[in-house]
C-alpha cells in the first residue's frame, strides 16, 4: 500500500520514511509476520475468541513519530 501510495509525491523516498517513523520499530512490518499472526491464530490461540489483534507496529498508538530508533 505505501508503495503505491508514496510514488504520488514529490519525493516518495521521504513520503515512505515519514510513514517508516510512525512505526515504534521504524519500519514496516512484512507479510512474514502477518502470516505469523495467522499461524498463531490457528495453532496456539485456542481460547482467543471475539478479540481485535492490531497488526500495526503500534502505529495506532498516538499520532506523530514515534520511531525508537531515531535516538540511536
Known amino acids: 500500500m505505501w508503495e ?3 510514488k504520488e509525491y514529490k519525493d ?4 515512505k520514511k515519514s510513514g517508516e517513523d510512525c512505526q515504534l520499530v521504524g519500519r514496516f ?6 502470516g505469523l499472526l495467522c499461524l498463531f491464530l490457528a ?4 481460547f482467543c475468541t ?3 489483534i492490531n497488526l500495526s507496529g ?8 514515534k ?3 531515531l535516538s540511536e
Open 43 to 46: 495453532a496456539d490461540a485456542t
Open 67 to 69: 520511531n525508537m530508533r
Open 4 to 6: 503505491k501510495e508514496t
Open 12 to 15: 516518495p523516498a521521504a513520503a
Open 29 to 34: 512490518g512484512t507479510i512474514e509476520e502477518a
Open 58 to 65: 503500534g502505529a495506532e498508538l498516538n499520532y506523530g513519530v
Open 50 to 52: 471475539g478479540i481485535d
